[in-house]
């Protein structure tokens, strides 16, 4: 498994928007794209951050949601409401904890 991380500092005033349109993406790519594992999104409201993790079932299929158009199009709908431009950053899972 593999994780890749993106974060988003969204527009002070746009927190709402920047969220509803980053979940509603996740939720759909989620259910469209079977490598992808499982997803969560955290923010914080008060300082514009929004952040997501998706834990994938490789680095391949991580890397590979770089060409993806359904990807591109929500980087074009979120860019203006963010207050500087998205970061990814692609990290190795150490530890997955569930209660049994």
């Not at 008060?46 to 591109?72: H, M, Q, T, Y």
Request: aromatic share 10%.
């Amino acid at each position: 498994m593999y994780v890749a991380e993106f974060t988003l500092h969204a527009k002070p005033g746009h927190y709402g928007q920047v969220t509803d349109l980053y979940s509603a993406f996740v939720a759909d790519f989620l259910s469209t794209h079977p490598a992808l594992e499982s997803a969560v999104i955290v923010g914080d409201e008060g300082s514009g951050l929004v952040r997501g993790i998706g834990i994938w079932e490789s680095k391949d299929a991580a890397d590979s949601v770089n060409s993806e158009p359904e990807f591109a199009a929500f980087n074009d709908a979120i860019a203006p409401l963010l207050a500087v431009p998205a970061d990814r950053v692609e990290l190795q899972l150490l530890h997955a904890f569930r209660r049994a």
